[in-house]
């Protein structure tokens, strides 16, 4: 147990942390905002502006030294590896929510100082709600917000070559041919496909990025996966072969690979196939339908039943 907890919090960590160069780093922060040129920049203004308020701010409280260290403690939380990917910046959600609500009560405070008309007290909500208007009414969110199905919602944020919207149909598959207490196995960066079956993943590794990583010990990883599935006999098995699941490239280590085609032939039947074509939309395939694909041919999710 402590040779895990060491290879997690230090052996790992040390090796992700220090892939990317600070240079490369700066680069990927600024893309981001690079992405939210539009109204949506305006949400990260306001918070800005409450930060600059609350430092100039010389009233006595607790709020600023609380508000601030959560600031501080999200910032560190988005930072590690200096990838800054989209969903990493959920983590300071709660810091900017507050820092919003910290300008608004500050200017309506200095509107009440200055003894301003009564109607003016509505002008700082009332700004908050133009901009937040702005934002939903803008083409791409109002396309997802009131346009799309969930699906297509799903593919409009994160492409049509991420398995998202497939994976309730998968899953489904799953639990009416499996029981509850059956284990299955998911070889790729898939979990929501175990937490839509409501089934236990036969290994630890339920998020393969890490397998296939430059200058992580990824052999050792790539052989406890192998180790804990041969082990677990997962009733079903499940090979996402789509490269946004895996991110490798020509300098990864491809020994799973080589394992995942062989110990599916021997152990498992093909029972179903999600292909993935260049174009277009997903295609489901199910039973003697899904025997005409074989792993590794195409972009597919392969979901295969043991024998």
């Excluded at 501080?72 to 959920?90: A, E, M, N, W």
């Excluded at 699906?151 to 994160?158: N, S």
């Excluded at 939309?281 to 039973?287: A, Q, R, V």
Aim: charged fraction near 20%; glycine fraction near 6%; aromatic fraction near 12%.
């Amino acid at each position: 147990m402590f040779k895990q907890f060491w290879f997690w919090i230090f052996t790992y960590s040390s090796a992700y942390g220090s892939r990317i160069s600070g240079h490369a780093g700066f680069q990927n922060l600024a893309e981001q905002f690079q992405e939210r040129s539009g109204a949506d920049m305006l949400l990260w203004v306001v918070p800005a502006i409450g930060l600059v308020l609350m430092i100039f701010d010389r009233k006595p409280g607790d709020r600023k030294v609380i508000i601030l260290t959560l600031l501080g403690v999200s910032v560190i939380s988005v930072c590690p590896g200096l990838y800054f990917r989209q969903h990493y910046f959920v983590l300071a959600l709660p810091a900017i929510s507050l820092l919003v609500a910290y300008a608004i009560t500050l200017v309506l405070r200095l509107i009440v100082q200055a003894n301003f008309h009564p109607l003016t007290k509505g002008i700082p909500a009332l700004a908050l709600f133009l901009i937040c208007l702005l934002v939903i009414l803008e083409e791409h969110q109002r396309q997802i917000l009131f346009k799309d199905t969930t699906a297509e919602a799903t593919r409009d944020l994160f492409g049509k070559k991420n398995p998202f919207a497939e994976s309730p149909e998968i899953a489904r598959f799953i639990r009416e041919h499996t029981t509850k207490d059956d284990r299955i196995a998911v070889v790729g960066s898939e979990p929501q496909i175990c937490f839509y079956a409501k089934r236990r993943s036969a290994s630890g590794y339920i998020y393969t990025y890490g397998l296939v990583e430059e200058n992580v010990p990824a052999e050792r990883m790539q052989n406890e996966m192998i180790h804990e599935i041969e082990a677990g006999k997962p009733e079903m098995l499940v090979f996402v072969g789509l490269p946004l699941s895996w991110l490798s490239s020509k300098e990864s280590e491809d020994m799973i690979f080589n394992w995942v085609e062989k110990f599916s032939h021997d152990f498992y039947d093909l029972v179903g196939v999600v292909n993935f074509p260049p174009t277009g939309i997903s295609e489901s395939h199910w039973g003697p339908d899904a025997a005409q694909y074989q792993i590794g041919q195409d972009d597919c999710v392969y979901v295969l039943k043991r024998k």
